[in-house]
């Protein structure tokens, strides 16, 4: 199999049509035929076009990308909270970035950073209240990055309503 990912340029090159007629047809929007669309989705499945999220980013100014912070995914209840979490996010389109700040080498501040310089379009912080918790949050806040904090001891019964409340945060 070739490494090759094939792009909207080229698909549009052997169907002989614009670039941004093939974008709106792998969209669906309605100003597109359906013979056309069809016969998009047909190549693009062929060819196992993938979208460039990179690039869609750099247009809606969104990675789709969310931080998920937790203390460490070995305590109770951790684990499957997280799970959920990242599930319920794949199923809006986001993706999730997990990471743990009590492990003795990953400083609170160091994480934040790390999520804010991969530009994740908002975080759930996860944890007992605590002062590194406080500050994770001020940190954020202070970059207006969107954040939702949800206590440990309430994870698994908050986890629908914090992703629901996180994404909504972003989106408007």
Not at 50 to 69: C, D, E, H, M, S
Not at 127 to 138: F, K, P, R, V
């Amino acid at each position: 199999m070739s490494s090759h990912q094939p792009t909207l340029k080229e698909i549009a090159r052997e169907l002989r049509i614009n670039v941004s007629t093939v974008s709106r047809a792998l969209q669906n929007h309605p100003s597109i035929g359906h013979r056309t669309r069809e016969r998009v989705h047909a190549l693009a499945e062929q060819k196992g076009y993938v979208p460039n999220t990179a690039a869609v980013g750099l247009r809606t100014q969104r990675k789709y990308l969310i931080g998920v912070v937790v203390p460490t995914v070995d305590l109770g209840g951790v684990a499957n909270w997280v799970n959920q979490t990242t599930q319920a996010l794949f199923e809006r389109g986001y993706l999730a970035i997990i990471c743990q700040w009590a492990h003795p080498r990953n400083q609170p501040e160091a994480v934040i950073r790390a999520l804010l310089s991969q530009r994740v379009d908002g975080v759930l912080l996860c944890g007992a209240a605590s002062e590194t918790l406080a500050h994770m949050a001020g940190e954020l806040a202070g970059k207006a990055m969107p954040y939702l904090c949800i206590d440990l001891a309430h994870a698994s019964t908050q986890q629908a309503t914090s992703t629901q409340s996180l994404l909504a945060l972003i989106e408007g």
